[in-house]
């Protein structure tokens, strides 16, 4: 697989082996002291290490932070502080899932600026310049390394904090699908379809606009053919690409344009049962395409007119997109209801009311209160 290069906002370097060029990309942003964010999986599969000696080769000290857990909250982001005020890091590396790269973004807010997480929930609210960063992703799902969120849970309430500020956007993002290859299968499917789900939920929002449909486009492309590929052949490298490229593109698309009521339902999910975020997502985006399907059924035309010469996905609008999400979710091994996950009927009024607080509910192309969330979840259950 060549190496290859792509100018955004952030910038992405593409490639098999790129991880070794993290000392040289370090070096560019005038770093000599590094704090690489991980988590113990990360770091037990060697991913780490590699990260640590590109930066020791050029010369630059390292302190690793690995106080990292899925869908990081306020504790794990004030730990990473505590350690970043110790060693005093001109940069920081967030090397590992969308989990190690938003705990790298929270660290930096807080150490860059001061006060709390709470105080940059929202958009634009760093105080200052912060740390140049950047991001290498070991999955290919959430696209936090084209994103300028970090999404962090308060550790008391479990109510999930969008931070976004430009400053905090990775400056530069190091795709390598060989770190991919240690992904137990079921982060694979996991991870996948939450890039699925960006792609999907972005073409369709209130805020999509001509820059958000052509990544949700170009992701798509990538995404759909590969998402079981991936998960029938794990060695497929050039799956693995396909499907990391398609994250980061998708996470583009969400830059510009947000997610919509898939997501809204999703994170009380998770919140409440410590359900899995993909599985999360795939147990709602479904019943999401059908409701919107009245209203966007030529865009989502569209998009699968994008992947119409492919043999195992769908044609056609808003019907057979959410028929194959549902058969993907199936085939990866992602339980289909609300009920198989533990989930129990009388929550879901509460569930519907957590839901309609979520930020990207207001983007959703169909509006959505309490009313219409319940039902989305009535018909998950």
Known sequence: MNAIETQSATRVVFGAGQVASLGKFARELSAERVLLVSDPGIIAAGHALRGIESLAAVGIETQLFDGVAENPTTLHVDAGLAVAKEFRPQAIVGLGGGSSMDCAKGINFLYSCGGQIRDYWGVGKATGPMLPTIAVPTTAGTGSETQSFALISDAQTHQKMACGDPRAAFRIAILDPELTLTQPSRVAALTGFDALSHAVETFVTSKRNDASCRYAREAWQRLAPNYLSVLNEPSDIAARGQMQLGACLAGLAIEHSMLGAAHALANPLTAVYDIAHGQAVALMLPHV?????????????????????????????????????????????????????????????????????????????????????????????
């Open 289 to 381: 395409v059908r409701l919107n399907g009245t209203r966007c059924e030529d865009q989502y035309v569209e998009l699968l007119a994008q992947t119409a010469d492919e043999p195992n996905c769908p044609k056609g609008g808003s019907a057979a997109l959410a028929d194959f999400l549902q058969n993907l979710a199936s085939q990866a091994g992602l339980a289909g209801k609300l009920n198989d996950c533990g989930v129990e009927q009388d929550r879901l009024p509460q569930l519907a009311e957590d839901a309609a607080g979520q930020w990207t509910a207001s983007f959703n192309p169909i509006s959505v209160t309490q009313v219409e969330l319940l039902r989305l979840y009535e018909q998950a259950f």
